[in-house]
C-alpha cells in the first residue's frame, strides 16, 4: 500500500525562524514520485516540487529546500528565513509510476508564519 | 487561460438536493482525474478517466456520484441527494498520457461545496 504521513500537523514559527516540514512515504514502487505542494488559503494546490524515486540530490530553489533521503523514506521541507506569505497548508505526495498516475496526499501540515 | 478550469468555484445547496460540477482541462489532455478534499485532509482520489473512458473508481465514491466524460473533453461529476459529509472541495487535475516521458497533473481551483 501506498501511504504518506505528515506527522506535524500544525506549526507556528515567528518571520525570518526557518522552519522544516516532515514527509514520511511507504511504498513497495521501485520507481515513483514524489511531491510538495502549497495550499495557501484561497484553496488553490500550487506544485512546488517533484522528485524522482532514483534521484537522490538534494534541491534548493531560492529560500526553499529539500532533503530527499531513501534509506528513511522521507522527503523533507525547509523554508529558510520564512515570511508571513509562507503561511499555507503544505502536502506531501507520492504517485507510482504504474499506478495509473493517482497521486496519494498527506494528510497536510498547516503553516502558521507570525510577524 | 489554458488551465484546468472549475464551475462554480463555491456551491452552497441543502441537504437532499443534487448537484453537479464542470470540469474543463487543459486542451488536449487525455487524462482527467477528480479528488475530493475535506476540512483538515489532503486531496483523495475518486476517479479518473482516459478519453471519454472512466477506468478507475474509488471505494469514495458511493453509489450518489456519478462521473462523466462523454466527449473525452470536459467531465461532469454530480451528486445525488447530498449529505452533510458531501461538504468539501472538488478538485480536478488533466494530464497527457504519453509513454515516453512524465505525466504532469495540473490541478484546477477547486469547487468548494458546502451542504447544509
Known amino acids: 500500500a501506498q501511504k504518506v504521513t505528515q506527522a506535524q500537523t500544525e506549526i507556528s514559527v515567528v518571520e525570518k525562524e526557518d522552519v522544516t516540514l516532515d514527509c514520511v512515504y511507504e511504498t513497495r514502487d521501485t520507481t515513483y514520485y514524489l511531491f510538495w505542494y502549497k495550499q495557501p488559503p484561497s484553496g488553490e494546490l500550487v506544485f512546488l516540487i517533484r522528485r524522482n524515486s532514483f534521484d537522490e540530490q538534494n534541491e534548493i530553489s531560492g529560500r526553499y529546500s529539500w532533503n530527499f533521503q531513501k534509506s528513511t523514506s522521507s522527503f523533507n521541507f525547509t523554508i529558510t528565513a520564512s515570511q508571513v506569505v509562507d503561511s499555507a497548508v503544505y502536502f506531501c505526495a507520492l504517485r507510482g509510476l504504474n499506478r495509473d498516475d493517482k497521486i496519494i496526499f498527506g494528510k497536510g501540515t498547516r503553516l502558521h508564519i507570525l510577524p | 487561460d489554458t488551465g484546468v478550469s472549475q464551475d462554480p468555484r463555491h456551491k452552497i445547496t441543502k441537504r437532499g438536493q443534487n448537484v453537479t460540477f464542470r470540469c474543463d482541462p487543459i486542451?488536449?489532455?487525455?487524462?482527467l482525474y477528480w479528488y475530493r478534499q475535506t476540512l483538515g485532509q489532503g486531496p483523495e482520489f475518486l476517479t479518473y478517466f482516459q478519453n471519454e473512458a472512466q477506468l478507475e473508481k474509488s471505494r469514495l465514491l458511493s453509489d450518489r456520484f456519478s462521473a462523466e466524460r462523454p466527449k473525452g473533453s470536459f467531465s461532469t461529476l454530480e451528486i445525488q441527494r447530498t449529505e452533510q459529509g458531501d461538504s468539501a472541495m472538488y478538485l480536478c487535475?488533466?494530464?497527457?498520457?504519453?509513454?515516453?516521458?512524465?505525466?504532469?497533473?495540473?490541478f484546477g481551483p477547486g469547487t468548494r461545496l458546502t451542504v447544509l
Open positions: 487535475a488533466s494530464s497527457p498520457a504519453r509513454t515516453s516521458s512524465y505525466n504532469e497533473q495540473f
Open positions: 486542451s488536449e489532455h487525455n487524462r
